[in-house]
Structure formats: structure tokens, C-alpha cells
């Protein structure tokens, strides 16, 4: 069931636990660069919420100028992949990526099931196995950049949109957002323990093509960013019409 995409993520056996995070010390943590696999490869720590022999069609690891980075190609399809690493999200509340998308879901719109397709999307996945909490951040083809609103999907999940539309297509684009501080405005309670991050690159609903690239995923410490950094701003909601 649709609804339920997020739920298997956390029900899968943990690679790193708490205390590993932790141990990493200092400022910042890697939590994933796709430098350890080969290109043309499906990411072997990663694992797939649905059509586990479709998921290496839309997911490989490609080589760019020496860079290993996760290459997403959806045509006509939605398939999650999710990695579990545990941490406190008040001790490393700032997670980091980069993502260039190439080409968008036509008509996606993350408001409505029916249109509910994203060129890239990354989730924090929080608190429980049963029924865990989620932020989604989503690279969207229609919604204005900052808006927070309901997943159509899933009730116990929430979305950000941080891009939007062809501005800035082709391009690698950095992105760093304090999952704590979103966890808290947006459920309006303190968050549990992380319990691991997901991507997906959808096109089933709007039956087109997406394209996107992620790579460069690190938590970090507010110390470790530089004095100018600044973090995506919020508007006010959009609600599902």
C-alpha cells in the first residue's frame, strides 16, 4: 500500500548503531559519499522498499571526473531505497547533501496523490518501527520553494519543498537542513532518534521520466557550518486543495 511506502525502512537491520554515530566524533559524520562501490552498480548498503528488481534500473552509481555519486533514472516508476543509520537528532541536528536534477516529473505536484511525483526527495525517518514520524525534502516540478505541507500519502509525514522548477536544472546544488528545528515546527514535539534516510526519484503517478543525482550525505554539529551559511528558509504552509 502507498500509504505505507516509509514504514519498512525502519523494520530492516540497523548497519550503525547510536553509539557508532556518536563514536565518529568531532563536527561532522559522512553518512553516505558512493565512493566504495563500483559505478554501474546498484549501492549495496542500501536497501529497496518495493520492486527490489526494478530498483537497480532506477538507482545506479555512476563516476563523474572521478566523483562516485547515486544516479536515479524513473521512467514510469517509484521505488524507495533507504539507508538505517541511527542517531540523536539534537546532537548532530544538521544533515547535508548535494543533488543535481536533470529532468522533471511534468505536473508534479506533492499536494495530491494523484499527481504525487518529486524529481528527487530525501526523508528523515524518525521515532518508532510501527509508525515512524518523516520529513520529506523534495526537489518539486510545480510547488514554491519553502513551502511545508501534509504527505498525501502517509499522515504521520511531512514535506519541505527546497526547490522548485527548472531554474536550476543541470546544476549540483547544496543543500543543508536542521531536520531537529523542522522535526519541532513542523509535528510540533520533540523528535526520537533518527532511525535512517531515503531517497526516491518518482515518476509513476504523472507516467513520465525524472531525473536527479544525489550524493555527499553528512551530518554535522551548527559549529561546523561557516559563520555565512544559511540554512533553507520556511514560508508559510500550502494545504492540500
Request: aromatic share 10%.
Amino acid at each position: 500500500m502507498k500509504s505505507l511506502v516509509l514504514l519498512a525502512l525502519v523494520s530492516m537491520v540497523r548497519v550503525v548503531c547510536p553509539a557508532r554515530v556518536a563514536a565518529a566524533g568531532g563536527q561532522v559524520v559522512p553518512l553516505e559519499s558512493f565512493e566504495e562501490y563500483p559505478a554501474l552498480t546498484f549501492p549495496a548498503q542500501w536497501k529497496v522498499r518495493g520492486d527490489k528488481d526494478r530498483a537497480p534500473l532506477i538507482y545506479q552509481v555512476r563516476d563523474e571526473h572521478g566523483n562516485h555519486f547515486l544516479h536515479a533514472y524513473a521512467d514510469g516508476l517509484a521505488i524507495q531505497i533507504g539507508l538505517i543509520r541511527d542517531f540523536q537528532p539534537r546532537e548532530f541536528p544538521l544533515l547535508s547533501w548535494r543533488w543535481r536534477v536533470t529532468q522533471l516529473p511534468p505536473g508534479g505536484d506533492e499536494r495530491r496523490k494523484e499527481t504525487h511525483d518529486s524529481a528527487a526527495g530525501v526523508y528523515v525517518i524518525f521515532d518508532n518501527k510501527l509508525r515512524p514520524r518523516v520529513l520529506k525534502y523534495v526537489w518539486s516540478s510545480t510547488l514554491p520553494v519553502g513551502s511545508r505541507l501534509q504527505n498525501p500519502l502517509y499522515w504521520r509525514a511531512k514535506m519541505i519543498v527546497l526547490r522548485s522548477g527548472p531554474a536550476d536544472l543541470g546544476k549540483w546544488c547544496q543543500e543543508t537542513v536542521n531536520v531537529y528545528q523542522d522535526y519541532r515546527d513542523l509535528f510540533g514535539a520533540e523528535p526520537g532518534a533518527v532511525q535512517g534516510i531515503g531517497l526516491m526519484t518518482s515518476s509513476s503517478a504523472t507516467k513520465s521520466v525524472a531525473v536527479a543525482d544525489y550524493d555527499d550525505f553528512l551530518l554535522l554539529r551548527p559549529e561546523a557550518l561557516p559563520a555565512t551559511t544559511v540554512l533553507r528558509p520556511s514560508v508559510q504552509p500550502l494545504s492540500i486543495r
